[in-house]
């Protein structure tokens, strides 16, 4: 995944550019902290709601989401809830009102609601179980511009067998290396603020969550990035349970790898930047699609 001796000018992993230095050096080297460039532009229509122009943005990622969560079928039915802060607040959050499948959710029709359960912008109610741990992760976690919460099979899969760690056996796993959170004891519905803030204080700023005979939590910064968790964490999760399937030992990577691959490959600025670029491409897709309508 980094530049080989080969490769000239190419952008790195580590956001450095390769200059034909040999992988083993490009690999001991200490990441380079700089901007990433990117070269896809990203996609918003005019904004026709009236709220901020941040906000506007936040709306047409999260009804992205919604819809490629759906086309993947990462959700059940009308359940399962995918939240984002209202840029520059900690007090408000977008979400789905409750009823709509996710593939008819739109930028528009995207419900703002406060931490006390008011709806201020939109028609319609959330689901009672999202606002509680949605509202109380957006308040408690730090990383919470967006708070995503599915049930998809492979990832929750491994919430389901009494030793529910996802070992690092494979280096998409190594993406989740030290950032998982395990919630070992399932407790039933979430309908109190009590439940969200146990939640939030079992991640302890960690951006992933796996609730034992339930699914899974994540917290990020931007939606972008929420997506990139979920997909990545889903795939981390298929090849795992398929691996254990065969009854044989995990080859598990070695901890000072594991290390090395993180610290490469988890820079904030590339998560950001990595997340950005999977969506918009995802976005352009939708523009040739009947998911078109997601952006209205």
Known sequence: MVADSQTQGVLSQNGSIANGSSQHALAE?????????SHVTEYYPPNTLGCSEDEWRARVDLAAIHRLC????????????LTAAV??????????????????????????????????RGEGKPEATAFWIHSRLHLKHPLAGCVAHTHQPWATALC??????????????LRFYDDVAYEKQYKGL????????????????????LHANHGIVVCTETVAEAFDYLYYLEKAGE??????STG??????????????????????LVKEFAKLHLEAHKRQFLKTRDADFCL
């Open 239 to 244: 090849i795992t349970v398929k691996a254990m």
């Open 190 to 209: 979430i309908l109190d603020g009590y439940e969200g803030d146990r939640l939030a204080k079992i991640m302890d700023g960690k951006r992933t969550l």
């Open 248 to 269: 044989r030992p995990l080859q598990l990577i070695p901890k000072d790898v594991c290390e090395q691959f993180h610290n490469k490959m988890e820079p904030p600025h």
């Open 160 to 173: 389901c067998i009494q030793d529910m760690e996802l070992p690092m056996c494979h280096q998409t796993n």
């Open 70 to 81: 759906h086309n993947y079928v990462w959700n059940e039915g009308i359940q399962n809830h």
């Open 29 to 37: 080297a200490d990441p380079v902290k700089v901007e990433v460039p």
């Open 87 to 120: 840029p520059g607040r900690t007090d408000q959050f977008l979400i789905i009102a409750f009823g709509l499948l996710w593939s008819q959710v739109t930028a528009s029709n995207l419900l703002t609601v406060d931490s006390e359960g008011k709806v201020v």
